[in-house]
């Protein structure tokens, strides 16, 4: 796990034989979330919905609650912004 800044991950492969996942910590996913949230999505009551749903996401326990909610979440984000 790293954060966001590309030096440390580029370093570990410049020295590591295999190339890792890239998993950033929960922090800085809400942070480029909030970054971007704010920028893109106007309405704040969307907005809010769509950062708790976010976070369910990043704290689901199981590969079928993540993915599930991944799908519900996108899902909703384009009937959302489509309007």
């Not at 929960?26 to 480029?32: E, F, G, I």
Request: aromatic share 10%.
């Amino acid at each position: 796990m790293t954060d966001d800044d590309g030096k440390y991950y580029n370093a570990w492969i410049t020295r590591m034989d295999n190339i890792p996942r890239r998993l950033l910590c929960t922090w800085h996913v809400l942070k480029n979330w909030n970054i971007q949230g704010k920028r893109k999505l106007k309405d704040y009551q969307l907005k809010k919905n769509m950062k708790s749903d976010m976070k369910k996401i990043l704290t689901a326990t199981s590969t079928e609650t993540f993915l599930k909610n991944k799908e519900e979440y996108f899902q909703k984000l384009e009937e959302k912004t489509r309007k």
